[in-house]
């Protein structure tokens, strides 16, 4: 999936501001198959896989956890469709649900929905691809940076009830509620920002009727001639793995079910991709791993969050990943 690069720059630029190594910069790039052209200036797409896994590689570099949420909180600016739409928009509300529309434009792995229930409002974010779900902290940057452009459009420092994460920290969990300066809630059912009833009622300063309107019939032409590209199968794959965790790994014969293909014909098209279903989850499995370690998540937590049956079979995949047995890794990473 291309994205625009906007984002990405805005990444790099925290980055050279976090890192005391002039060189760091750089050797994120590299580890992300990037160059010093895809965050220039004119650069205008690059592929959003990258972007998350930069916010990754970043924080591993800084040995900072927040990273990713501390850079979220300062993407103020969005020069996209849905970043004017909502700075034309009415208030808080309207603008949440005049972008929602419009947010695949630049978005395509997320949805959001906006659901009021009592005295609050919750701001809910679904994952379409949800193979994405396995990078926390770019997930982290995105939802930070949520809140940073609401506040920047209603030009009001406001603080939510609390942000939701679906996926843990362990004993990180006070470095992000210091960051926040409000409850940061992690292990969630649901990626969610609950914010006051009365935040939706916000005005914005910038609101214009006509160029709200222009632009979302310019956003209605676009959704139109979009052709859209499917996901590979990779993706829809690993969507279905990820879905199904913690604690089990689906067998080839459900995923294959769940894509509505006999097993022999998803055995086919996979090997047409030169790719086997054990490579994919082992694949899995051990990114999966790499990032429960950063999340500060116990071995045997993590053998039964990747579906293992014990700790020492998990152990022993993971020696096999990656050469160095869990212990090993954990203290050297």
């Given amino acids: 999936m291309r994205v625009e690069a906007s984002r990405l720059q805005h990444l790099m630029s925290e980055l050279r501001k976090s890192s005391s190594d002039k060189n760091t910069p750089q050797r994120v790039l590299t580890k992300c198959g990037l160059s010093s052209k895809d965050v220039a200036p004119d650069a205008k797409y690059f592929d959003y896989d990258k972007e998350a896994l930069f916010v990754r590689e970043a924080?591993?570099?800084?040995?900072?956890?927040?990273?990713?949420?501390?850079?979220?909180?300062?993407?103020r600016e969005s020069n996209s469709l849905t970043g004017y739409i909502s700075k034309y928009s009415k208030d808080l509300r309207a603008a949440v649900e005049n972008t929602a529309r419009f947010h695949e434009l630049i978005d395509p792995a997320v949805q959001y929905s906006l659901r009021v229930s009592g005295n609050s409002a919750s701001f809910e974010v679904t994952w379409k691809d949800?193979?994405?779900?396995?990078?926390?902290?770019?997930?982290?940057?995105?939802?930070?940076?949520?809140?940073?452009?609401?506040?920047?459009?209603?030009?009001?420092?406001?603080?939510?009830?609390?942000i939701r994460f679906d996926h843990e920290v362990r004993n990180s969990v006070e470095k992000f509620q210091r960051l926040a300066g409000f409850p940061v809630v992690f292990g969630a059912e649901s990626l969610e920002i609950i914010l006051p009833l009365a935040t939706l009622n916000l005005p914005i300063p910038t609101y214009d009727l006509r160029l709200r309107e222009h632009l979302s019939d310019y956003g209605e032409r676009l959704l139109s001639e979009r052709t859209g590209g499917k996901l590979t199968l990779r993706a829809r794959v690993e969507g279905l793995l990820t879905t199904a965790l913690p604690a089990r790994i689906l067998a080839?014969?459900?995923?294959a079910a769940s894509l509505g293909m006999s097993p022999r014909t998803f055995a086919r098209r996979l090997k047409e991709d030169d790719l086997t279903f054990?490579?994919?989850v082992d694949d899995l499995r051990c990114d999966l791993a790499k990032t429960f370690f950063k999340d500060?998540?116990?071995?045997?937590?993590?053998?039964?969050?990747?579906?293992?049956?014990?700790q020492a079979a998990f152990s022993t995949a993971f020696k096999r990943w990656t050469g160095l047995a869990p212990r090993e890794y954990a203290i050297t990473h």
Avoid: K
Wanted: hydrophobic fraction near 45%; charge should be negative.
């Fill in 59 to 75: 924080c591993d570099a800084l040995n900072d956890v927040t990273f990713g949420a501390r850079a979220g909180s300062t993407w």
């Fill in 130 to 162: 949800p193979s994405y779900a396995r990078f926390h902290r770019h997930t982290e940057f995105l939802m930070f940076g949520v809140l940073s452009r609401m506040r920047a459009i209603t030009q009001t420092n406001f603080f939510p009830i609390e």
């Fill in 252 to 255: 080839a014969d459900e995923v």
């Fill in 278 to 280: 054990r490579s994919i």
């Fill in 296 to 310: 500060d998540m116990a071995i045997s937590e993590i053998a039964f969050a990747l579906g293992y049956a014990d």
